[in-house]
């Protein structure tokens, strides 16, 4: 099932995808997905991302593929919806967006195996983690202003569940920028998959959950600018749509 969280006549409400352009609320009214305002679909807790974990984006930042998994932290602040706004500061030359698949933590994990990982997976959803290039001082764990920026990080439409998705290692990601296509690749093209991710941060610390694991990006990124709609999407699990505005200081 899709799960989502919006904010309908002054309230939040918990709904689901009922097809059509629609979704459907707990108490069982029906909406068109333009007439809310959509939340990210969890409150995220701690959020794990990964740099240059798909080879070929490696590769397009003339990089190794790293020998263990690049792991940085995300702030909570940094996360909006399915069609919010984005601020790009005006001192910036080049912000790209990152079409990445989110991993959500459905309980309580430590020292867990690669063969137990999924039984830890609650469920799937899209992130789009910008980056704001000129704040770069490390590509390998990139700093606070380049990653836990406000509005940077859109995410959603949807959490899937775990058991609606019987391969999350082989599915399409894509990205468009004002309708034209500028990023695809294939989350079979990780560096570190899924259970190898669960399995390695567990391993030292205890994740929980609604915790968030973003498992990177492959390459075809582009600065992008105020006006301009980005949509990321990845086959079964959602199409994410964020427009780029100037940020007003």
């Not at 190898?196 to 694991?213: K, Q, R």
Request: with cysteine; hydrophobic share 40%.
């Amino acid at each position: 099932m899709k799960h989502a969280r919006i904010a309908y006549e002054g309230a939040l409400h918990a709904a689901t995808d009922a097809g059509h352009g629609r979704i459907r609320l707990a108490d069982g009214r029906e909406l068109a997905e333009d007439a809310v305002t959509w939340l990210p679909p969890i409150e995220p807790r701690t959020t794990f991302t990964l740099a240059i974990n798909y080879a070929d984006h490696a590769k397009e930042l003339a990089f190794k593929a790293p020998a263990e998994p690049l792991g940085f932290l995300k702030a909570a602040n940094t996360f909006v919806g399915h069609r919010a706004q984005t601020l790009r500061p005006a001192d910036v030359g080049f912000m790209h967006y990152e079409c990445e698949l989110a991993v959500v933590i459905g309980k309580t994990a430590r020292n867990v195996t690669r063969e137990q990982a999924y039984e830890y997976v609650a469920g799937y959803t899209v992130a789009n983690d910008y980056a704001l290039r000129d704040y770069l001082e490390n590509w390998y764990r990139p700093n606070l202003r380049v990653k836990s920026r406000d509005t940077c990080t859109p995410l959603g439409p949807w959490l899937v569940d775990r058991d609606d998705v019987p391969d999350p290692m082989n599915l399409d990601l894509r990205t468009t920028v004002n309708g034209v296509e500028t990023q695809r690749g294939n989350t079979r093209d990780m560096v570190f998959d899924i259970p190898a991710l669960i399995a390695y941060f567990s391993g030292f610390m205890t994740l929980s959950p609604g915790d968030l694991i973003l498992t990177g990006t492959p390459d075809g990124i582009v600065n992008v600018q105020p006006g301009d709609e980005v949509v990321t999407e990845i086959d079964g699990i959602g199409r994410l749509v964020n427009t780029l505005a100037p940020c007003p200081d």
